[in-house]
């Protein structure tokens, strides 16, 4: 075996060596990935305390928003009759208005014609209708007619009113943007 040496490089020497890197321990892998762990563990711990308050919170604004609904149905349910009553209101009403403008168009052609009418002669109108529980409006307006007597045994002279139609009955229409109409049907 031929050895090539260079006269001008450097003996090695044995008994100095670099020290190599050293492997990491087992222990301290082991704690670090223990740490890890109970650190992934209360990540997630925290994460299950968050989810089960927000599904409790989620139950409680259901139960609540049924409520609402509820709650809606009823006052709808009120503010259609409280609507209907007002529009039966409005009915009588304009019919007693039609009532004393025919007495008054009496009144004028009794004047053209040059007989004289009572100044003092009260304004006949239709009496007020009472609330009869469990009635319909038909019921209601044939009790009004039959309690109308004339006044001093004289019927007044009336023009004649078409008598009304069958019970009118009114249909709730919502729309989309919240507003209701109320529609009347014959």
């Not at 670099?18 to 301290?28: I, M, V």
């Not at 089960?52 to 009120?78: H, K, P, S």
């Not at 007002?86 to 004393?100: C, G, I, N």
């Not at 052609?109 to 100044?119: I, R, W």
């Amino acid at each position: 075996m031929t050895m090539i040496s260079a006269p001008d490089a450097p003996a090695i020497e044995l008994g100095l060596r670099e020290a190599a890197p050293e492997k990491p321990s087992r222990a301290k892998l082991i704690a670090a990935v223990a740490v890890g762990a109970a650190l992934v563990t209360a990540v997630n711990v925290t994460a299950a305390v968050y989810l089960y308050r927000g599904v409790n919170d989620l139950r409680t604004m259901e139960a609540r928003l049924e409520q609402l609904g509820q709650f809606e149905q009823r006052i709808g349910a009120r503010i259609d009759t409280v609507n209907n009553g007002f529009q039966s209101r409005f009915e009588t009403l304009d019919r007693q208005l039609q009532a004393s403008f025919g007495q008054i168009n009496g009144n004028l052609a009794k004047l053209e014609q040059g007989q004289p009418v009572a100044a003092s002669e009260p304004a006949p109108s239709a009496p007020e209708p009472t609330m009869l529980s469990n009635t319909t409006m038909a019921e209601a307006s044939a009790v009004d007619d039959s309690s109308a007597d004339p006044v001093d045994g004289q019927r007044s002279f009336k023009r004649k009113v078409a008598p009304p139609g069958p019970n009118p009955s009114y249909q709730r229409i919502q729309q989309a943007d919240g507003k209701v109409y109320y529609k009347k049907i014959n």
